[in-house]
């Protein structure tokens, strides 16, 4: 079993430290929310006061953080070197450092190469799966980086993932992450016009998801989100705020690889209108309310 600090214990991060808890490793975690590190605690894992207490005996560092800045203070530390100074300050040589979050494939490749410098061992790994996926250890793992350390990954991988695939060099993970933040996105815009369209031609909407969810359109969202989407239930599991940072990394990602995606670029401005509707803080499901907006058939 690892010595494992886990930095970033909010609605995905807090249950893959439990999880790695619960599967023997000593676990330090640390959160700029107490709350967090105190269900750590709760959990039987133990808690830090900064970056540096955290990391400081760790064989393994893993983050989950929200936006690249987040990434990076925490990595660097802030323009001063930081109170703590960061990881990198802070880190033995040697350390695998596995970075879960969502960011722009540059700042993966920034930290990875600062991490190289000093001797660290670094994997940008964002995951797909949302907070159930989290909570159920079933996440899907798209690694970036070299093929030695994504073997040394594969024991904390198989703690909170199902499928986990290495993707290519450093960066890569997120370029796949993109892709499927794209196609997530995509699925919940096309649902909520399908949910539109039945209950506007007076069908039953239930049973025509349950149809279609049996056939060549079945998909993990219907699945799992049908149900709540007629309802109009939007307690977040990922919040429109997030996928907006995210659509913004894959429409970043398309220039970078000098591509067009149209459909992408669509859904982008769906997303960012759920959110300039006041609809951030709601799951990503919500880009219902939008459709149903736009065509007149706003719901109670």
């Given at each position: 079993m690892s010595k494992i600090a886990f930095i970033g214990l909010g609605i995905m991060g807090g249950p893959m430290a439990g999880h790695l808890v619960k599967a023997g490793h000593e676990v330090t975690g640390y959160d700029v929310v107490q709350a967090g590190v105190d269900r750590l605690v709760a959990a039987g894992g133990a808690g830090a006061s900064s970056v540096a207490e955290a990391v400081a005996e760790a064989e393994i560092v893993i983050?989950?953080?929200?936006?690249?800045?987040?990434?990076?203070?925490?990595?660097?530390?802030?323009?001063?070197?930081?109170?703590?100074?960061?990881?990198?300050?802070?880190?033995?040589?040697?350390?695998?450092?596995?970075?879960?979050?969502?960011?722009?494939?540059?700042?993966?490749?920034?930290?990875?190469?600062?991490g190289r410098e000093l001797g660290l061992r670094v994997l940008d790994a964002p995951v797909s799966g949302g907070e159930k996926g989290a909570v159920d250890a079933v996440l899907s793992i798209m690694a970036g980086g070299s093929a030695e350390d994504f073997e040394a990954a594969k024991p904390i991988f198989e703690v909170v993932g199902r499928t986990f695939e290495r993707v290519g060099d450093s960066g890569a993970g997120q370029y796949v992450k993109a892709a499927n933040q794209l196609i997530v996105g995509g699925t919940y815009a096309l649902v909520a016009e399908a949910i539109v369209l039945m209950e506007a031609a007076g069908v039953d909407a239930k049973a025509g998801l349950d149809v279609i969810a049996g056939g060549l359109a079945a998909s993990r969202i219907l699945d799992l989100k049908r149900d709540t989407m007629l309802a109009r239930q939007f307690e977040p599991g990922f919040r429109i705020d997030l996928h907006h940072k995210d659509m913004g990394i894959a429409s970043a990602a398309a220039r970078s690889a000098e591509v067009s995606l149209p459909m992408t670029a669509l859904v982008a401005q769906l997303i960012a209108a759920a959110r300039a509707k006041g609809y951030g803080s709601l799951d990503h499901s919500a880009l219902l309310k939008v459709v149903e907006d736009l065509s007149g058939r706003t719901s109670a």
């Open positions: 983050t989950m953080l929200p936006q690249d800045e987040h990434v990076e203070t925490v990595v660097f530390g802030d323009g001063e070197g930081g109170e703590d100074g960061g990881i990198l300050r802070n880190a033995k040589p040697g350390v695998l450092l596995i970075d879960f979050s969502t960011i722009k494939p540059e700042t993966s490749i920034k930290v990875a190469a600062a």
